[in-house]
């Protein structure tokens, strides 16, 4: 049910102000509504239809009770809850877009960190790659240089060979003592090769 709550307004304006009593004569059964300090002639509501019912008190207690100024405060009530109801819907839906907006930049988040994911997680596989590429390179370079330091070994052998084969056919040639300064400067024989 809809209640035109502006035209209640309006009656509840024009109509006497209350409070309002009851007026019950139990004995002749007779129930009118008045106000408190008016005589019992200047009733706000006498009506017969009161009488002889089986309700008859209760309903033109009722009616006394609700009277004009208690709709009009009913009334006032009911503007100030809407007011508040206004205040809080305008409230929840700022709270809503708010949570939207929220919402939205928690989304935009979450795919910009899912997209640095992706780059880290290829830097991370083109590091991979580029250590494994160093790994291969070290150990190349590592047998390259045992490699080479086997021929080092080997043409020093050879050199300090020639030296001892040469000294012992031209005893008096420089060129053994010079093979040997070579050898010795060079790191490659210890003091004590030269010695011998």
Known sequence: MTIDKQALREVAE?????????????????????????????????????????????????????????????????DSANGYASAYEAEKWHYHGLAESEGERADSAEKRVSELECIATDYGVKFQKTQD???????????????????????????KRLANSLRNTKPNSKLYGAAMDYLSRKGLISVEDVLR
């Open 14 to 78: 024009r109509a006497t102000k209350g409070p309002w009593t009851l007026f019950s004569d139990i004995d002749t059964k007779t129930f009118s509504i008045h106000t408190p300090r008016d005589k019992r002639c200047e009733n706000v509501i006498k009506w017969g239809g009161f009488d002889c019912q089986p309700n008859a008190e209760a309903n033109a207690e009722f009616i006394a009770a609700f009277n004009p100024k208690v709709a009009l405060a009913l009334l006032d009530e009911l």
């Open 133 to 159: 590429a160093l790994k291969h390179q070290a150990l190349l370079h590592k047998s390259q240089m045992e490699a080479a330091e086997k021929q080092v070994e080997e043409l020093t052998m050879w050199v």
